[in-house]
């Protein structure tokens, strides 16, 4: 006798249906389970026996196959325990065999029967309603996750018998739901560090307003202690708070990943991802024999913070030059493939020369030329290139550490931060773009247009430092959410001036060439 159970595995950070078909004939007790299932899946056997049989049920003793279609992709994880289980039920005449169908059901057993959470519940729940199913039945850890997705049913389960009551006609299980509100974009700020809490560096902190303003990267050069990371650290604070749709990207990844805690702690805010520099490409980019997401996709519609940029694998840093221009990576592997989001704003910092004194007139620096060369070698020129804004950091003064007065807040900044993003999603509306650091060169011609005394000075800049295409285009960019933050619809001279200004990296005496 066949009976099927619908359920789901990932594939990169989606989730694709699988049909659970279970047959039970006389013959020699055997359990048998095909359709390309990895070793955690295929352990599931003993696993779904002994909950079956602890669950005071009986483990029917002829032969059973599973198999997990569509054959041809690889099914991972402990999810499809649970449906596995019913399957054979269903298939013992325990219960109904068509009564499933209209549910998409997954969940990890333990021996005793008990239903565990698992990874990856926003995908199922999203491939249950993109598939017409009538609900989705999840362990009860799960549910606040899966209840993010509207217009389905979400049942909370906590034990195998109570599934096989729910289908028998015994007992109702109520849906799950949450409040919207706590994932719809609003998040708790109060908690963020403040840009109050810094000392001087006016420059620097205008410019990371106008890198949040138009999600440029950045790069921080400056000798050590001069408020690098510190300034790095709060710019979650000024960034403005996701959309719905950016929140449930961001909570699908973390989800794939099994990082959705229960009080939804990503949901609503903007990610910050600080990986220590001893990570590898695969690490940062996503893959391994599973793929999985790297750091740029964790850091997806966030900021991705790398310290002491030179202090990372030079293969890590160069696997980064296509996710900042494309806001994807794909993953090949030879048993799979799968391809991430990573919309990222990348923010790194990096003292000037190995012993972080060059430049600073307090300290002495003890490094020759040739060693600030071969230090600064690190970062190979195009993965600079590509980063918009470059600034340089100075060592604060006594009389900038002292001063009484405060400074100005990260919420007086943000303001100022969301009305330009205001004034860009009026832009780029039906563009498929969110912010000026993702514009192309059709939308710099239409967008990015410069009176003529700006276009002199950009003339005058190109002609002399010597910028590349990519530098002037960057320069454009830059220049266009300037003029976003003054609200003026033309790029001015004074907007391009600034924005050059922010290139200091490689050129000039403090670059260390």
């Known amino acids: 006798m066949i009976a099927r159970v619908n359920s789901c595995a990932v594939c990169g950070i989606d989730?694709?249906?699988v049909e659970v078909e279970v047959d039970i004939s006389f013959g020699l007790p055997v359990f048998n389970m095909v359709g390309l299932a990895e070793a955690a899946v295929r352990e599931s056997k003993e696993r779904v026996r002994t909950a079956i049989n602890n669950s005071g049920y009986t483990f029917p003793m002829d032969r059973v196959v599973i198999n997990l279609a569509p054959a041809d992709v690889k099914k991972e994880g402990t999810g499809l325990d649970l449906p596995v289980a019913l399957g054979i039920l269903a298939a013992s005449g325990l219960i109904p065999r068509d009564v499933c169908l209209g549910w998409l059901i997954c969940g990890e057993l333990s021996l005793d029967g008990r239903v565990k959470p698992v990874k990856a519940m926003l995908p199922y729940a999203l491939a249950a309603r993109e598939h017409g199913f009538k609900g989705i039945i999840v362990p009860k850890e799960n549910a606040d996750e899966a209840a993010m997705v509207t217009d389905i049913e979400v049942l909370p389960v906590s034990?195998?018998?109570?599934?096989?009551?729910?289908?028998s006609g015994f007992i109702q299980i109520t849906p799950h739901k949450v409040d919207p509100k706590r994932f719809s974009g609003r998040c708790d700020?109060?908690?963020?560090?403040?840009?109050?809490?810094?000392?001087?560096?006016?420059?620097?902190?205008?410019?990371?307003?106008?890198?949040?303003?138009?999600?440029?990267?950045v790069l921080m050069t400056g000798p050590p202690g001069s408020g690098k990371s510190m300034l790095a650290k709060r710019l979650a604070g000024i960034l403005p708070l996701p959309s719905f749709g950016e929140s449930m990207e961001i909570a699908r990844i973390y989800s794939v990943m099994g990082l959705v805690g229960k009080n939804f702690e990503i949901c609503g805010a903007r990610p910050f991802r600080a990986p220590h520099h001893t990570i590898s490409d695969a690490g940062m980019v996503g893959g391994g024999s599973k793929p999985a997401p790297g750091e740029i996709s964790l850091a997806h519609h966030g900021v991705l913070f790398l310290d002491e940029l030179p202090e990372f694998k030079k293969n890590v840093l160069e696997v980064l030059r296509q996710p900042l221009e494309d806001g994807q990576v794909t993953i090949a592997r030879a048993g799979a493939k799968a391809t991430y989001p990573c919309l990222f704003m990348l923010v790194a910092a990096m003292n000037p020369c190995p012993c972080g004194n060059f430049g600073n007139p307090l300290q002495k620096c003890s490094c020759s030329r040739p060693q600030i060369q071969r230090y600064r070698s690190k970062i190979s020129g195009p993965l600079v290139d590509r980063i918009d804004i470059q600034i340089e950091v100075p060592q604060i003064s006594y009389d900038e550490m002292a001063m009484d007065h405060p400074a100005e807040s990260s919420m007086v900044i943000r303001t100022r931060v969301d009305k330009a993003r205001t004034i860009q999603d009026k832009r780029f509306k039906g563009q498929g773009l969110l912010c000026n650091g993702r514009m192309g060169p059709d939308h710099l011609k239409k967008f990015c247009l410069l009176e003529k005394d700006a276009q002199s000075v950009l003339h005058?800049?190109?002609d002399r430092l010597g910028f590349s295409a990519r530098t002037f285009n960057s320069i454009l960019k830059v220049a266009r959410t300037i003029a976003d933050l003054s609200c003026e619809k033309k790029i001015g001279r004074h907007?391009?001036?600034?924005?050059?200004?922010?290139?200091?990296?490689?050129?000039?005496?403090?670059?260390?060439?």
């Open 159 to 167: 034990h195998l018998a109570q599934v096989v009551d729910f289908f």
């Open 495 to 513: 907007h391009v001036l600034e924005a050059v200004q922010y290139k200091s990296y490689g050129r000039g005496e403090a670059s260390g060439f």
């Open 460 to 462: 005058q800049s190109m």
């Open 15 to 17: 989730a694709m249906v």
């Open 189 to 217: 700020l109060s908690n963020l560090k403040d840009y109050s809490d810094v000392r001087g560096q006016n420059h620097v902190k205008r410019a990371l307003e106008i890198a949040a303003a138009g999600s440029h990267h």
